[in-house]
């Protein structure tokens, strides 16, 4: 089983600075591999998928790479909708197993 | 635009069941990979269960073969029947459309399971 394993826990940082958050896995699985934010109360919403390609609607601030089994998502001036819980994710091929990261907490 | 609405979750005693649903809208169950995952209070997200276009059904480990899967065309519904409930299964559970086989491109609101005495 891969583990995802993101650092820091938690991110404290101001509107306009630059947020970088790692998920790094156990072993090599190849690049696809999304991120989530999740606020509050909601339910999670995919930012990041294929390790590096923005999803439907999420800003040109967000972007993702991978080197081998690290990967990381930047946001590169960060505006104050953006502070969330953000979560990393991969499949297993077989048998079929989906794994989450612990989160990463980004607040002010 | 897509919506996923769940239902079905409450207060349950621990050995109890319940019968999550999901509704959806402008998208076909019976097409796509569609899955649950849930979040502890307070925790992160963990993978429960997928059910294939093709019927196939996958379950996480912990599941240990008490919660079912599955799905009504004719209704456009997602269910997840869940058995022998513990304190360790109280929870937001979500369902969600599964894209490119592997990532959670849909989500419901969510719908709280609490098990407790």
């Known amino acids: 089983e891969i583990v995802l394993t993101q650092s820091p826990a938690t991110l404290s940082l101001s509107p306009g600075e630059r947020a970088t958050l790692s998920c790094r896995a156990s072993q090599s699985f190849g690049t696809s591999l999304a991120w989530y934010q999740q606020k509050p109360g909601q339910a999670p919403r995919v930012v990041i998928y294929?390790?590096?390609t923005r999803a439907t609607g999420i800003p040109a601030r967000f972007s993702g790479s991978a080197s081998e089994t690290d990967f990381t998502l930047t946001i590169s001036s960060l505006d104050p909708e953006d502070f969330a819980v953000y979560y990393c994710q991969q499949r297993t091929n077989w048998p079929p197993r989906f794994t989450f990261g612990q989160g990463t907490r980004l607040e002010i | 635009e897509a919506q996923l609405v769940e239902s079905g979750g409450g207060l349950i005693q621990p050995g109890g069941s319940l019968r999550l649903s999901c509704e959806v809208s402008?998208?076909?169950?019976?097409?796509?990979?569609m899955s649950w995952v849930r979040q502890a209070p307070g925790k992160g997200l963990e993978w429960v269960s997928i059910l294939y276009p093709g019927g196939d059904t996958y379950y996480a480990d912990f599941v240990k073969g008490r919660f079912t899967i599955s799905r009504d065309n004719s209704k456009n519904t997602l269910f997840l029947q869940m058995n022998s409930l513990g304190a360790e299964d109280t929870a937001v559970y979500f369902c969600?459309?599964?894209?490119?086989?592997?990532?959670?491109?849909?989500w419901g609101l969510g719908t709280l399971v609490t098990v407790s005495s």
């Open positions: 402008d998208f076909t169950v019976s097409s796509n990979y």
């Open positions: 294929d390790a590096s």
């Open positions: 969600a459309r599964v894209a490119a086989y592997y990532y959670f491109l849909h």
